[in-house]
T-cell receptor, first 116, second 118 residues
Framework: NAGVTQTPKFRILKIGQSMTLQCTQD?????MYWYRQDPGMGLKLIYY???????DKGEVPNGYNVSRSTTEDFPLRLELAAPSQTSVYFC???????????????FGPGTRLTVT | AQKITQTQPGMFVQEKEAVTLDCTYD???????LFWYKQPSSGEMIFLIY??????QNATEGRYSLNFQKARKSANLVISASQLGDSAMYFCAMREVYSGAGSYQLTFGKGTKLSVIP
């Protein structure tokens, strides 16, 4: 059971380039999330998904896109990278039932992205 | 207004001593959950403990306990018998059931850096 895996671990992008951050979970969780963590700050939600085919914006979605074609995978796409997107990106997943018990979110190891 | 406030940017504690990390929160949801995560220098987020808004008793997990004072809207983390391996960033987070627009997202504080001194 690998949990939540993310690739790559590190990446340097030039301004205007694009890339996809990969995220896979093998716990059959329905909810998946993308967060970013800026230096000295807590995590902020970029996008989330409640199941395959369903995604929605979080607190800071500008400059990003996501898709969820399977339960396991939730890639994050950066188009036209900007220095403001320099951050550490975390993917997370949880099993959530509306009105049901609360379960913790499991986090991937993070991707450290620098845009120069 | 900040939903999660952690007022201690950094804390020091002697090994084997207990330490309390502060967290206050702001919500109008009747149902919410409070989480603490540990982030060591390696960067991963490790879940420590959870407290539900309707839980009558304070949560405990090994050396971690959560001092939940609902009327004061505080959810402080207590680490007993500190170990060198406890040196890390600690984040308090909240999940609101109704205000989260169905995302069940976690809203994080800015964190407290704990340093354990030998």
């Amino acid at each position: 059971n690998a949990g939540v895996t993310q690739t790559p671990k590190f990446r340097i992008l030039k301004i205007g380039q694009s890339m996809t951050l990969q995220c896979t979970q093998d716990m059959n969780h329905n909810y998946m999330y993308w967060y970013r963590q800026d230096p000295g700050m807590g995590l902020k939600l970029i996008y989330y998904s409640v199941g395959a085919g369903i995604t929605d914006k979080g607190e800071v979605p500008n400059g990003y896109n996501v898709s969820r074609s399977t339960t396991e995978d939730f890639p994050l796409r950066l188009e036209l990278a900007a220095p403001s997107q320099t951050s550490v990106y975390f993917c997370a997943s949880s099993y959530t039932l509306a009105g049901g018990p609360v379960y913790e979110q499991y986090f991937g190891p993070g991707t450290r992205l620098t845009v120069t | 207004a900040q939903k999660i406030t952690q007022t201690q940017p950094g804390m020091f504690v002697q090994e084997k001593e207990a330490v309390t990390l502060d967290c206050t929160y702001d919500t109008s949801d009747p149902s919410y959950g409070l989480f603490w995560y540990k982030q060591p220098s390696s960067g991963e987020m490790i879940f420590l403990i959870y407290q539900g808004s309707y839980d009558q008793q304070n949560a405990t997990e090994g050396r971690y306990s959560l001092n939940f004072q609902k009327a004061r809207k505080s959810a402080n983390l207590v680490i007993s018998a500190s170990q060198l391996g406890d040196s890390a960033m600690y984040f308090c987070a909240m999940r609101e059931v109704y205000s989260g627009a169905g995302s069940y997202q976690l809203t994080f504080g800015k964190g407290t850096k704990l340093s354990v001194i030998p």
